[in-house]
């Protein structure tokens, strides 16, 4: 079982192209930002097995080689887009905490990261060779110092760039009308989910609204002015479809933590269990990685027969817990046995973590609507 889930090529994933590109300009020239929109499967005549499809920022879609017969035809930019974070590592020159998307770690000094962006725009000693980790738990790629490289400028839906709506536009008329400009203001994660995964967007009449640009593997906009978006080092990125090693997730210092230190455990329940043995041994509450603290607040799933499952043994349920489905509230208490009691609309409740998803609001609603939307579609 692969102990790391963002390892793999997954939807969402920013890419260029790569080594073994020979496809002209269907990415609008060297330098063209794409989306994973589709991953190729075992049968599938027009999409087999490590190919995917990519959507370009200037409209053009097709599929690509991502390890089939042996070809790479494309470079992974950026992964932040599926999740990908660095919890405890801080960019040592934006300062940004939580890494998100790939890390870049000095062989030369100590203790010194830096992120995708900073590490492209030159940021340290280019005469410092570094390391690549695609992922918090794949193993480390070395790199040549980047002193005389040939940097290639990056472009498509960056901030500055015209766009009128995309292939998976489910807004309506948000944008004005079909073929309507905007101009995108920002580019930024959503949520705590992804990193550098939806385009803010100022339309004519003056609204601003978030649209996808790989969230959940969804591309809302279509480039037709590009924009600058920094550079990269092509012979620095890893080839789509040749993961990284993975590493055992254990610490290269003695000590790692100390007394009062905030942990959460990361190892699927399989390879937790396994890995207990003759350590303490397997208690099935293991299972149930409680994240959430005194003052989180929370939504509680809205899934009626799954809360009334999970809630078995923690708490239980009752139906006068029925107006709390869907609502945002605030943990007051945890509990020995790692259950929350929760204050949701004027009441308190007990429930199991697993019933509960960690909320921050956003001032854009879009995302939350397009979720609510599937849910109500997939419940009927």
């Not at 002193?147 to 990056?154: A, D, S, T």
């Not at 989910?193 to 100022?202: I, K, L």
């Not at 080839?239 to 610490?251: T, W």
Request: charged residues 25%; glycine residues 14%.
């Amino acid at each position: 079982m692969d102990p790391d889930p963002q390892a793999g090529v997954q939807v969402g994933m920013r890419v260029v192209r790569g080594v073994d590109w020979k496809w002209g300009q269907q990415d609008g020239g060297e330098g063209g930002v794409g989306t994973v929109v589709e991953l190729g499967r075992h049968g599938s005549p027009s999409t087999p097995d490590r190919t995917v499809v990519v959507q370009w920022d200037q409209g053009t879609r097709t599929n690509y080689r991502a390890g089939y017969q042996g070809a790479h035809d494309l470079l992974l930019y950026d992964n932040a887009q599926i999740g990908v974070r660095h919890p405890n590592i801080i960019c040592d020159c934006c300062k940004r905490h939580g890494l998100r998307g790939m890390r870049w770690k000095c062989r030369v000094c100590f203790d010194y990261d830096l992120c995708t962006q900073c590490y492209m725009h030159n940021k340290h000693d280019l005469t410092h060779a570094f390391e690549r980790y695609e992922t918090a738990h794949s193993r480390p790629v070395t790199l040549s110092p980047r002193q005389g490289l040939p940097r290639i400028p990056l472009r498509g839906i960056f901030q500055g760039a015209k766009v009128v709506r995309g292939p998976d536009w489910e807004w309506g008329s948000q944008d004005g009308g079909e073929g309507k400009p905007g101009r995108v203001v920002d580019i930024r994660g959503w949520d705590v989910e992804t990193g550098r995964s939806v385009a803010s967007v100022t339309w004519a009449d003056g609204t601003t609204n978030v649209y996808r640009v790989g969230h959940k593997g969804k591309v809302d906009l279509k480039c037709v002015g590009e924009a600058a978006g920094g550079f990269y080092y092509k012979e620095h990125l890893p080839r789509l479809g040749k993961p990284a090693e993975l590493q055992r997730r254990v610490s290269a210092d003695g000590q790692p933590f100390q007394h009062g230190d905030k942990v959460k455990c990361l190892l699927d329940t399989d390879v937790l269990r396994e890995m207990q043995e003759g350590h303490g041994g397997w208690n099935p509450r293991m299972a149930e990685h409680n994240s959430f603290w005194v003052g989180d607040v929370v939504r509680v799933i809205d899934d009626l027969d799954a809360v009334k499952r999970l809630q078995a043994g923690h708490g239980e349920w009752t139906d006068d817990m029925a107006p709390a489905l869907g609502r945002v509230g605030k943990v007051v208490k945890v509990f020995g046995d790692g259950n929350l009691r929760v204050a949701v609309g004027g009441q308190r409740w007990t429930f199991s973590p697993s019933c509960l998803a960690a909320y921050r609001p956003e001032e854009d609603a879009n995302l939350d609507v397009a979720e609510r939307a599937r849910e109500n579609k997939s419940g009927h």
